[in-house]
């Protein structure tokens, strides 16, 4: 039960974050190869990150490469109903608020059940949840807007924390998970909504404030 | 024989692919110490990167570091008869076509032979054939021109279906080689003198079209 | 003795690496959660790529995860003084000096320890001196400087040869680290004091010279 939630939460943010990626491919103006390898990198390169520094192979990717496909047809379907795109966008940050939370989910259960501690956990959830971002936004030729905006790190640490404090409760881990979700998808929608943002740290390496 | 084509082609990407590094390096204006790091990520980049993916150790410039010396001389060779490079334009070019059908033989060659099925084949050949200009393009601030221009990644694409293909029939491994080979090359230097290219994905993240 | 050395110099230079990063990331405007990831990312992704690359796993930061709460309160830390910053840059410049060149001894002792050869140790101890400041400029979305300016590189191949070359001494290990990390900080200090650089490689990509 719990593996089947979690499998389905994967699956939504795989997609998602392919659509995402092809969006972020499409404002460059790239061909459609571009459009499905950032598509890929993007759904696919924060887990394998993951996996790579966890040293945890083969990659989820090697060990079943239909999940390889998904994000290729989802990159190709943004490109086919582009026109209808910003008809989906409620829809579409949704699943993007599923798939920041979800993956933070993941990342952090991964972790611990690999024996590792809380702080490795955290880590794990971030390189999770945001690293495909990031490898996608230094593809395109943007700075990563997770270091700058909207609060996605902040969902994502606030979502692994509770879901790392639920763990060590007695409640069942799909009531752990439902909890976490419901949380971190309203902190997310509610951030989006009215542009909540953290004050920035402006350094201009020249005067002494 | 199989072996020592492959070895022969891997070599020649090497060398075209260090000299593709230190040219740009070279437009960035950096200093040798940078061209020479930017030359050997270019050439092994790609490589390394589908060894660290595929968990295959130790890598192939650990295992054999002559190959960093062959970057560094590339490298150091195209500083030096830089007044010369634009009337080898055609050899360069021709080397680089090598390259890329010569790359994509050899990433989906090894990753077939560790088990892994055409999915992740065609992935490997991706990674060895264009992941290197990719890394190369980031260092130097560019936004990737594989996908951007030039079918780069579509020849690769093309060749590693072919050389899957062809493995399926009873072909000796040399005339499967030399076919995709001859394939690959000619596609890519076309490409090069139609100016060939995929039409754009574009979306401006405001209209509705 | 030799290790307990060793050790120091890790935690200066991650400390130096760590506010080195927070003031690029501070330069950028970024939220104090990108302040953080890219101290932690500065600071410990040339030791985390190294290990990578040679296969030497678990990674520092999860065998011992307390080294990421030093990142993350050295990039705290460096919010919080932000305006006596410039006040302390010489000390800051000397613990950066401190950190190139303990790290490419680091770098090198490890790869040397694993029984790799001298051209192998060499990139081993580049890998960590100098890719976590590329990684960090990637992700601030600048051509990362280190292939530009101030011989950043150039002291980290000059302590890794002069300490791999020392080596096959007689000397005892402190010793050599001692004559190693006077060269280097040296090397380092006098070249921004005299803003030394190498000539740079430029190629326009269309005239003949």
């Known amino acids: 039960m719990e593996n089947q939630i979690l499998f389905s939460i994967l699956i939504i943010s795989i997609v998602s974050e392919s659509i995402a990626g092809a969006l972020s491919a499409g ?9 499905m390898i950032i598509a890929f990198v993007t759904a696919l390169g924060g887990g ?19 999940v390889i496909w998904i994000c ?8 086919l109903i582009r026109s209808y ?8 940050l949704l699943f993007d608020a599923i798939g920041v939370a979800g993956l933070s989910i993941i990342g952090a259960h991964i972790a611990l059940d690999n024996g590792h501690g809380f702080t490795v956990a955290t880590i794990s ?27 996605y790190a902040s969902v994502c640490l606030l979502s692994t924390g509770l879901y790392i404090a639920l763990t060590y409760t007695s409640l069942h881990p799909v009531i752990v998970i439902t909890i976490v979700m419901i949380f971190g998808v309203s ?7 009215y542009r909540i943002t953290l004050p920035v740290f402006l350094y201009d390496g020249s005067s002494s404030d």
């Open 125 to 151: 959830a971030l390189l999770t949840g945001v690293c495909g971002g990031i490898i996608r936004d230094v593809l395109c030729g943007d700075v990563p807007w997770v270091f700058r905006q909207e609060l």
């Open 72 to 79: 290729l047809a989802s990159g190709l379907t943004t490109i």
């Open 85 to 92: 795109i910003n008809r989906l966008l409620k829809i579409f």
């Open 48 to 66: 394998t990150m993951r996996d790579v520094l966890l040293n945890n192979f083969p990659l989820l990717w090697i060990r079943w490469p239909e």
């Open 187 to 193: 902190v997310r929608l509610l951030s989006l909504k």
């Open 27 to 35: 404002r460059k103006g790239m061909d459609p190869i571009g459009v």
